[in-house]
């Protein structure tokens, strides 16, 4: 959706300003959390072994990721995200 604004400048929740190119990075990321989890999304939580698990095959994956520390968190609320969707019926 923002990159249908044609934007020059992209100012991330972290790292510096950058160009349209931040948009497509952070796409991908999320995309990639998702596919990571859409397999455990039928599970009421994830735990402390599947985390560590998926969290080691994603930092492996993709070396760039600059904050690897910060996947958990994201994991786990990915993971809220779609059991919402299946709550839902999405």
């Given at each position: 959706m923002l990159k249908r604004l044609g934007p020059r400048v992209v100012y991330p929740g972290h790292g510096g300003p950058g160009g349209p190119a931040l948009l497509e990075e952070m796409s991908t990321y999320l995309?990639?959390?998702e596919e990571a989890v859409r397999p455990l999304a039928f599970r009421s939580g994830l735990s402390a072994r599947e985390l560590s698990s998926l969290r080691r095959s994603l930092v492996?994956?993709?070396r760039d990721w600059l904050l690897p520390d910060t996947l958990d968190g994201n994991l786990r609320a990915e993971h809220a995200r779609l059991r919402r969707l299946l709550a839902a019926g999405g």
């Open positions: 995309g990639t959390l492996r994956k993709r």
